[in-house]
């Protein structure tokens, strides 16, 4: 009896378990209840719409109360446009404004409510930064392209320039150079002949007396070498083409390069006079005399070390002029009586017999030397 009086009755117990998951059933409930709510985003009073870039663009505003201020917070936040670059364009009636307001306090729900068309004009920060970029851009090439501009304005023109001579020079000329591409190294005649073109002599001379070739080129001395005469130039139909003998008899090199240029003298003056008179020698001698004055490079040294020049061909070809006219040609180096080409005075060379007696020539010299160096020990 006694332990009976120390127990509580089971139906006590289990009212005190069933007060207790009640108590805690209630609070569970309330406690998800509070987080479900502290989860989900409060509703907007009221959605204000803005066009910008003449899209529309929706702004969610949480109090009634909202004003143009806020408008203005807003905008920087969720458009990233600094209230620096805001501006609100408001119609009808209420007109521009941009921060800072002069009033504030302005209720966007009263702009709402009157139905107003808001513009907003402004340029995010990433615009801006590219415009800036592109401002920045854009001067740096107007620096550079000023700075081109006034370095082209120092450089001044050279008034001690000839612009007379520049022209005579351009006009008259050699207005065409051209080798025998069929003969052995036609690159070397092309130097030679440009070199005689360029001949400072040569040039103040042409501008001088109006001289213009329509062609300079070079002959073969196969062609205008008989037994009798070799040719030393032509000019033909009175300018229109100069041929130059530049090669020896035997293709084995250049002549002596003042030679050349005094046979050119004689050419030019075949411009003004066909006939070998007292007029044309007059000229002649008047224009050799002019190149050689005018020769400010000390005349005749040679490109190429010995490039156009032969000393064993020194002075063959220094032999009387006896001239010559032959179907529109001027015919330098034909002796009296005898005229080379298609005439038929004066059989020409073959290439062998060129080559032979250029040979013989040359040891003929070569015995002359040795004897004249025999003499000079005895």
């Given at each position: 009896?006694?332990?009976?009086t120390?127990?509580?009755?089971?139906?006590?117990?289990?009212?005190g378990?069933?007060?207790?998951?009640?108590?805690?059933?209630?609070s569970?409930?309330?406690?998800?209840?509070?987080?479900?709510?502290?989860?989900?985003?409060?509703?907007?009073?009221f959605?204000?719409?803005?066009?910008?870039?003449?899209?529309?663009?929706?702004?969610?505003?949480?109090?009634?109360?909202?004003?143009?201020?806020?408008?203005?917070?807003?905008?920087?936040?969720?458009?990233?446009?600094?209230?620096?670059?805001?501006?609100?364009l408001?119609?009808?009636?209420?007109?521009?404004?941009?921060?800072?307001?002069?009033?504030?306090?302005?209720?966007l729900?009263?702009?709402?409510?009157?139905?107003?068309?808001?513009?907003l004009?402004?340029?995010?920060?990433?615009?801006?930064?590219?415009?800036?970029?592109?401002?920045?851009?854009?001067?740096?090439?107007?620096?550079?392209r000023?700075?081109?501009?006034?370095?082209?304005?120092?450089?001044?023109?050279n008034?001690?320039?000839?612009?007379?001579?520049?022209?005579?020079e351009?006009?008259?000329?050699?207005?065409?150079?051209?080798?025998?591409?069929?003969?052995?190294?036609?690159?070397k005649?092309q130097?030679?002949?440009?070199?005689?073109?360029n001949?400072?002599g040569?040039?103040?001379?042409m501008?001088?007396?109006?001289?213009?070739?329509?062609?300079?080129?070079?002959?073969?001395?196969?062609?205008?070498?008989?037994?009798?005469?070799?040719?030393?130039?032509?000019n033909r139909?009175?300018?229109e083409?100069?041929?130059?003998?530049?090669?020896?008899?035997?293709?084995?090199?250049?002549?002596?390069?003042?030679?050349?240029?005094?046979?050119?003298?004689?050419?030019?003056?075949?411009?003004?006079?066909?006939?070998?008179?007292?007029?044309?020698?007059?000229?002649?001698k008047?224009i050799?005399?002019?190149?050689?004055?005018?020769?400010w490079?000390s005349?005749?040294?040679?490109?190429?070390?010995?490039?156009?020049?032969?000393?064993?061909?020194e002075?063959?070809?220094?032999?009387?002029?006896?001239?010559?006219?032959e179907?529109?040609?001027?015919?330098?180096?034909?002796?009296?009586?005898?005229?080379?080409?298609?005439?038929?005075?004066g059989?020409?060379?073959s290439?062998?017999?060129?080559?032979?007696?250029?040979?013989?020539?040359?040891?003929?010299?070569?015995?002359?030397?040795?004897?004249?160096k025999?003499?000079?020990?005895?």
């Amino acid at each position: 009896m006694a332990n009976a009086t120390h127990l509580k009755p089971a139906a006590d117990i289990l009212a005190g378990l069933e007060d207790i998951d009640v108590g805690d059933g209630h609070s569970h409930a309330s406690n998800t209840s509070d987080m479900e709510d502290e989860d989900h985003d409060p509703a907007p009073a009221f959605e204000l719409t803005v066009l910008l870039h003449n899209e529309p663009v929706s702004l969610p505003f949480y109090h009634a109360s909202a004003t143009i201020q806020d408008l203005s917070d807003t905008v920087a936040e969720d458009l990233h446009i600094p209230p620096a670059n805001q501006k609100f364009l408001i119609t009808p009636k209420t007109g521009l404004l941009k921060p800072p307001f002069k009033d504030p306090s302005l209720s966007l729900k009263t702009l709402l409510d009157e139905k107003k068309k808001i513009v907003l004009m402004g340029a995010t920060t990433i615009e801006v930064q590219e415009l800036e970029s592109d401002i920045e851009e854009r001067k740096a090439r107007l620096g550079r392209r000023r700075a081109a501009l006034q370095a082209g304005r120092k450089v001044k023109a050279n008034t001690n320039r000839d612009w007379k001579k520049v022209q005579d020079e351009a006009r008259y000329t050699f207005h065409t150079i051209r080798p025998l591409p069929y003969l052995p190294n036609p690159e070397k005649s092309q130097r030679f002949l440009e070199r005689m073109a360029n001949d400072a002599g040569i040039k103040a001379s042409m501008r001088k007396h109006g001289f213009s070739v329509g062609l300079l080129t070079e002959m073969n001395p196969a062609e205008h070498t008989t037994h009798e005469s070799r040719t030393l130039g032509l000019n033909r139909n009175r300018g229109e083409v100069i041929e130059l003998r530049l090669r020896t008899d035997a293709y084995d090199g250049y002549r002596d390069y003042k030679v050349i240029r005094k046979t050119l003298c004689h050419e030019l003056a075949h411009n003004v006079w066909g006939d070998h008179d007292r007029n044309f020698w007059n000229l002649c001698k008047e224009i050799e005399q002019e190149v050689e004055k005018n020769d400010w490079r000390s005349g005749g040294h040679s490109v190429g070390k010995e490039e156009f020049y032969n000393s064993q061909d020194e002075g063959e070809d220094e032999e009387a002029d006896g001239g010559g006219w032959e179907g529109g040609e001027y015919v330098l180096g034909a002796t009296a009586g005898s005229v080379t080409g298609s005439s038929g005075f004066g059989e020409p060379l073959s290439r062998r017999e060129i080559m032979a007696r250029a040979a013989e020539e040359r040891m003929r010299k070569q015995d002359e030397a040795k004897r004249a160096k025999d003499a000079a020990t005895q």
